[in-house]
């Protein structure tokens, strides 16, 4: 049995981890069996982390924040939970391989996932000319047209970056002003091969083996136009990935993981949750970065007041079960 289990490879987890680790309870962290990283694996420059005043590439932030980890005792698991029982003093947790962790705490660290237009082609078309990361996908454009879909930072953010291999790119937002920052709105519209398409949604998405185009309906007066292209870009923000909890972990109106004030507590005793899926609202890497301090300090306070002989069972015993 582990003093602690992280579930989540994102900064909330990692950072989590780092201190965990300094305060000497070994964590072991499951960090998911394709998607190790987090989000901010799959972006281009992050500017706005403080401490890198040139900018640093996302996998190479997330790299230094897993040496960090490492570095101080974590030991890293890529696998992805299957099932979590978090009820009573001894936490459980189910891996995709089939092992069993237990631990007197967990921080539950997941992120968000991708949202989905919802579309019948969608599913079909992924990896076929449809995607939700440009910064995977991007180079497979060269000279291609293609069109972005959303308004906030993330489009924008996609937008710019895919002029790098397309010819033309198309932002399509369904109404008729972005979301996305001033500074991410200025340097799109200042992008001359960004064209901006306002009050549209996708209605349809075209083509047998790779996308050939979409139909768009204009939010207005309801009227159907066919746009030819040749990929479609989904940047149309994340929902919390909650799951693993549900029926277990109290659940705010908004979708994330109900936390007691400014703290980390959930509402069972010694669990945890940091980052993304308890922040409807900020949800950038630092933000989640200090979210999984929160949650690493309140761990430890909870561990310092558990009877000697329950910590002394997680001292001795094999990590799996
Ligand atoms: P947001 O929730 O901010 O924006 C989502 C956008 O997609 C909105 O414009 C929304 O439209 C649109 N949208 C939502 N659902 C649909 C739908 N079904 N069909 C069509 N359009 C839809 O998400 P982001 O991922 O852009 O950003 C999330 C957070 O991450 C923000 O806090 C952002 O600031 C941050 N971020 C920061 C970056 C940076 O600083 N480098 C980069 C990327 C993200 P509507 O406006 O009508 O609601």
Redesign the pocket.
Known sequence: MRQIIIIGSGPAGYTAAIYAARANLSPLLIASAVEAGGELMKTTEV??YPGFAEGIQGPELMMAMQAQAERFGTEIVLDDVVKLELEGEVKRVTLGNGDVHEALTVVFATGSAY?K?GLEDEERMSGHGVSWCATCDGFFFRQKTIAV???????M?EATFLTKFADKVIVI???DT????KTMQDRAFANPKIEFLWNK?VAHIYGDELVTGIGVVDTVDGTETTIDLDGLFI????DPRTHLVHGQLDLTSEGTVAVDGRSSRTNIPGVFAAGDVIDPT???AVTAAGSGTVAALDAEHYLAALPQELLARAASQPATV
């Open positions: 500017e706005n949202r237009l879909v959303g308004g906030g930072d993330s489009a953010e937002h369904r109404k972005l979301r996305a920052s949604e940047a149309i923000g994340a900020y949800r950038q």
